[in-house]
DNA sequence: CTGTATCCGCTCCGATACTG
DNA sequence: CAGTATCGGAGCGGATACAG
């Protein structure tokens, strides 16, 4: 059996545009979490409030050009609050919403998958390449 | 609180190298099923066992190239099994392994929750769209 | 039927420079 | 400190042609 809610829907082929609606969405967030950097910065949000200087030293590696494009999609979409304190030098705190918190957890259920299998995944990786080259190469050894 | 277990380690900076490998591994997962192609293929997978062209039907609007590019990556890491019975014309059969099932219901809490939640970004999307316009035009009605 | 190879446009992303 | 604007390289992905 699938078990699967989407495969479920998508299954079904002739289901009401607001589910195939649904289903870009899923796509759409899924991408936006599976994003080089979006992971990343949530789940360093998750643990508190941050500045965006303090952001850009904990993901460490990320430009500010992306960093301030990432932290934008996540507050279009409600996962983060920017507050910009009306000081000098200027002072702006990111916090992930309660929405964000939500999603958080979430995606914790994906991330125990990866946790637990893991292993599984590097060995096939590893006999795929193995097989590769079996095909791609002569028998040296008979 | 956090209560996120991939926030948790990250928090913790100083983390074993293989935490750091397992948060690497988790984003590339994440990465491929966040991909234009993965999520969909995998889903309409869930459903059964699938030859190639099926696939290109079902899955539509995907590439040849891309739909090959996906399912190999997919055969790579033990998700998905490629049968090829050797018969002319060739038959080639995909199918989801018990390693891809158990991927495909993980996925499935990202998926409730965004059927959950897809008003509340839907809204907060319509909300920062209305913002952004009344902070780049000129206040027209005081 | 089941792929692979090539061309090519487009977007992503990093580096850099500049502004308030 | 907190961004934005611009340039340029690299890879994604579509269309097409070709191969077993």
């Not at 699938?2 to 589910?19: F, I, M, N, Q």
């Not at 904990?58 to 494009?69: D, E, F, N, Y």
């Not at 920017?82 to 939500?102: C, D, I, K, M, N």
């Amino acid at each position: 059996m699938t078990g699967s809610y989407l495969g479920h829907e998508l299954a079904r082929r002739g289901v009401a545009p607001d589910c195939a609606q649904t289903i870009e969405l899923v796509r759409d967030v899924l991408a936006r979490v599976g994003d080089k950097w979006t992971l990343l910065t949530i789940t360093v949000l998750a643990s508190g409030p941050l500045r965006f200087t303090a952001l850009h030293e904990q993901v460490a590696g990320i430009s500010q050009r992306m960093l301030s494009q990432t932290l934008r999609a996540l507050t279009r979409d409600g996962l983060v609050t920017r507050t910009a304190y009306p000081q000098v030098p200027p002072r702006v705190e990111y916090a992930l919403t309660p929405l964000g918190h939500s999603l958080s957890e979430a995606v914790d259920g994906l991330v125990h998958w990866v946790r637990d299998h893991q292993s599984d995944i590097l060995r096939h990786r590893e006999n795929f390449e193995r097989a590769d080259d079996s095909n791609g190469a002569d028998a040296h050894g008979g």
